[in-house]
């Protein structure tokens, strides 16, 4: 988003179709965070999240051999971990995006 981060969790069901294919979409979707609220994501499930660039500290943005991996750290402390596949083009999204967002608050490893 461009104001921010969401994370949804998808249902196994989704995850088993989604296999080894990419899971974010071509072209991106783009919503506005503030049209979102932290209730109406977690009601969809309790682990999705709505993550103001504003909010966010630092971030650190690691590629692994089988995931990658975003750490977040917000300024009121709290630290929120994101993972997925390391063949998902979500890396390279997310590297462009906050490198904008962020600037020198983006930590690559």
Known sequence: MPDGLARRRLRLRETRANGNRRTVPDPLTRIALHSLTPMLAAATHRTNKLL???DI????LHR???SDRLAL???DGKQHKLLWLSHD????ILDYALG???G??????
């Open 52 to 54: 103001a660039f504003r």
């Open 57 to 60: 500290a630092t971030a650190r």
């Open 64 to 66: 692994g051999a089988l």
């Open 73 to 75: 750290t917000m300024r």
């Open 89 to 92: 083009p979500a890396h390279d």
């Open 100 to 102: 904008e967002a962020l």
């Open 104 to 109: 020198r608050h983006l930590i690559k490893d």
